[in-house]
């Protein structure tokens, strides 16, 4: 039988055809000025640290509406790598807005039914309060193994049984009604501008189908540096930085946004960004002296400005 490919899949995909192939580069202001790498991962890399989350999170608990893991994490590699770990298990991500209160944190967990939470400095001591709380598993990103081995076979379920021989989770062999398509990828929460934050469903296919529409709409393939300003938590942030990955390129993720980084990040590497007005607003700034500091001819990436991406 046929199965319908998810985000997990394709990055699978790339990893095991060019795993030396630099998939990811983080980019600190505070340590390096923000245009040298701090960390920098190869496709083959991210997988096998996607295979170890995996390994980490394990048969996800059942909840009241399935099966459900927040994402409480900094930007970086972790976070692309926890996204894939959840479609391997078969489980929703839920990334939680870092920026929240810890009462709509805890709201934003309780709402989704969470049974697990993934979480990392600076954020791991506002994670152990919460899930206390709610009587929930959490993970400590920073005691995972960096790496485990790959398992490329394609499993027709999600990766839910045990191997006694070895420990690890392996395909599961029980019949499920719901296919690997119709399977929530993610639940993505408003930031609650309005009222405590909404949650709306985004099944494999349909988050899968949303990368690959902005993929084609903004012309992102494997020749691309895709720049990630923002927080990985917002669809725009996150789901781009996917996007660019199911195409094989390269991206360029800054752990925050620091205007003099980013005109010097935007002169000598990226050639594509998604910045909101408030960024673009940054790097205009008259009251900015520094210029960049880069010897070469400029070049203007392609800058989508906007709330986010059509999709």
């Known amino acids: 039988m046929l199965q319908p490919f998810t985000v997990a899949d394709c990055v699978a995909t790339n990893a095991r055809s060019y795993p030396d192939r630099c998939a990811i580069e983080v980019l600190d202001p505070r340590l390096t000025g923000g245009v040298e790498p701090v960390e920098t991962w190869t496709y083959g890399q991210l997988w096998a640290r996607t295979e170890a989350i995996t390994d980490a999170l394990g048969p996800v608990e059942l909840g009241p509406h399935g099966q459900m893991a927040g994402l409480l994490l900094p930007n970086g590699a972790d976070y692309a790598a926890a996204y894939l770990a959840c479609q391997l298990v078969g489980a929703a991500a839920v990334p939680v807005n870092s920026r929240l209160a810890e009462p709509e ?59 006694p021989s070895t420990g690890r989770l392996v395909p599961s062999v029980t019949p499920s009604d719901t296919t690997t398509d119709e399977r929530t990828a993610m639940i993505a929460y408003t930031s609650g501008t309005t009222g405590f934050p909404k949650g709306s469903i985004n099944t494999n296919t349909g988050f899968l189908m949303r ?66 007005p408030s960024m673009t607003a940054a790097t205009r700034c008259p009251c900015s002296t520094r210029r960049s500091t880069s010897s070469r001819t400029p070049r203007s990436p392609t800058a989508m400005a906007g709330p986010k991406p059509a999709g």
């Open 105 to 163: 944190i805890h709201y934003v967990l309780e709402d989704s039914g969470a049974s697990v939470l993934i979480a990392d400095e600076p954020f791991i001591d506002i994670a152990r309060r919460v899930t206390a709380d709610l009587g929930i598993r959490l993970i400590d990103a920073a005691a995972i193994p960096p790496s485990a081995p790959t398992r490329w076979s394609r499993p027709i379920g999600p990766y839910a049984d045990i191997d």
């Open 211 to 276: 990368l690959m529409h902005w993929s084609w709409t903004f012309g992102l393939t494997g020749r691309e540096v895709v720049s990630t300003p923002g927080p990985m938590f917002h669809l725009s942030y996150g789901g781009l930085t996917l996007a660019q990955l199911v195409a094989g390129g390269r991206v360029r993720v800054m752990t925050a946004f620091e205007p003099q980084a980013a005109l010097d990040e935007y002169a000598q590497h990226s050639t594509w960004a998604f910045l909101v």
